[in-house]
C-alpha cells in the first residue's frame, strides 16, 4: 500500500495486517524509518509479553527493508543519512528482534524468505536499491546466511595459519571496500595473511547468553582469534559493534562506520569522510601491523596519495575515480 509519504501511517497498516493473520514488509527509507521508532517499540515489548501467555497465537513478524542508506545519497544529502534504526532495535529484549544486513542480493533473497516466513519477531534488513557485486551463488548464500556469518575461504590467504589480520565487514558497502582493501593488502604485501569474514546476521557479535543468536566465546575466537588485530567495516555507527563485542576476549578491534559525516556527493567520497573507503581502511590495518615497519610506511604514503587523487578528481569532474566505479574482484 502506497501513496501518502507518512510512516506512522504505513507502519500502523502494516501491524494491523498482521494482527489479522496476514503477511508483509514495510520497504522505508534508513533515515525515515526513525520515524516509527516508538512504535516498533511497542511492537516488539507487545511481543515479549504475548510470548508469556499460553493462549495468543504467533503472528507474522513486523519487518522492515530500511533501504536509500546512509552510503549513497547523491541526492538527497546529510539529512537522509541515518543509520541509528539498528542501535534502537540492538536494545529490545532479544527473544523479539533480528537484525540482518545481506552483502549482495543473493543473500538478501535468502535473508527476506526467512524472515517473512518467521513469526513473533521484529526482523530488520539493510538493503541498498543501487546495483553492487554480487559475492555469492544461491546456494553460497542460503548456507551463508543461515550461518549469519563466516570466513570467506574464497577471499582469504591464511588458510591453514595463523592470520596476521581479520578483515570484517558488515554491509553491501562496507563489504565492498573490505573486498577492495584485500586486494590493495595482498597486491601490494603479498607475504600477509589475510582472513576475510562477513556478518549477515549482526547478533551473531553478542554472546550466547545475551542473545539467542549469539556466538559462544570459542566459536567467537575460531572466526575473529584471541588477539589478532581485527578491522571492521560496518554499515551503521562504530559505537554499536563495540556495544555487542564488549565481552568478547579480543579487544584488538578497530571499526569503521558512519561518523555523522556527509553533503551531496558521489558514492566512494562519503565513505572517504567517514573512512570506511579501501584507502583508509588499509591505512589502519598497516598500522595495526607494526611488524612491517618502513615497508608499511611506504603503502600508508600511497594510500595518502590516492586520497588526495581521489578528492581533485571529483572536484574537476563531479564523479568518482575510474578504478574505483569499474572495480572489480580478482583472486
Not at 141 to 157: L, Y
Request: glycine share 6%; with cysteine; charged share 20%.
Amino acid at each position: 500500500m502506497d501513496g501518502m509519504l507518512s510512516e506512522h501511517m504505513c507502519e500502523g497498516w502494516l501491524e494491523g495486517y498482521l494482527l489479522t493473520g496476514r503477511h508483509g514488509f514495510f520497504a522505508s527509507y534508513e533515515a525515515f524509518i526513525r520515524i516509527v521508532d516508538s512504535m516498533a517499540a511497542q511492537h516488539a515489548k507487545w511481543l515479549k509479553v504475548c510470548n508469556q501467555l499460553s493462549w495468543r497465537q504467533p503472528i507474522a513478524s513486523l519487518n522492515f527493508i530500511l533501504t536509500s542508506n546512509v552510503w549513497q545519497q547523491d541526492h538527497n544529502g546529510f539529512t537522509h543519512q541515518d543509520p541509528g534504526f539498528l542501535d534502537h532495535i540492538a536494545n529490545k529484549k532479544a527473544d523479539v528482534v533480528r537484525m540482518y544486513l545481506p552483502p549482495d542480493t543473493n543473500c538478501l533473497l535468502s535473508c527476506f524468505d526467512h524472515c517473512i516466513k518467521s513469526k513473533n519477531y521484529v526482523n530488520a534488513i539493510v538493503a541498498s536499491k543501487h546495483p553492487s557485486c554480487q559475492w555469492l551463488t544461491m546456494e553460497q548464500a542460503v548456507k551463508h546466511c543461515t550461518q549469519g556469518i563466516g570466513i570467506w575461504e574464497w577471499a582469504r590467504n591464511d588458510c591453514g595459519e595463523e592470520p596476521d589480520v581479520v578483515m570484517a565487514c558488515c554491509g553491501d558497502t562496507p563489504t565492498l571496500e573490505i573486498m577492495a582493501a584485500v586486494t590493495i593488502l595482498r597486491d601490494e604485501m603479498p607475504e600477509l595473511k589475510i582472513r576475510v569474514v562477513n556478518v549477515v546476521d549482526l547478533f551473531k557479535l553478542e554472546s550466547d547468553h545475551k542473545h539467542p543468536h549469539g556466538l559462544s566465546d570459542a566459536e567467537y575466537d575460531a572466526i575473529f582469534t584471541k588477539d589478532k588485530p581485527v578491522i571492521f567495516a560496518f554499515h551503521g555507527y562504530p559505537t554499536l559493534i563495540h556495544e555487542l563485542t564488549y565481552e568478547r576476549h579480543n579487544h584488538n578491534i578497530s571499526v569503521h562506520g558512519y561518523q555523522e559525516e556527509g553533503t551531496i556527493t558521489t558514492p566512494f567520497d562519503m565513505r572517504v569522510q567517514n573512512q570506511i573507503d579501501r584507502f583508509n581502511l588499509v591505512k589502519d590495518a598497516i598500522m595495526h601491523l607494526p611488524q612491517l615497519g618502513n615497508k608499511g610506511s611506504f603503502l600508508i604514503q600511497k594510500m595518502n596519495d590516492k586520497l588526495v587523487e581521489h578528492k581533485q578528481y571529483i572536484a574537476e569532474y563531479g564523479q568518482d575515480l575510474e578504478e574505483i566505479r569499474n572495480w572489480e574482484w580478482h583472486k
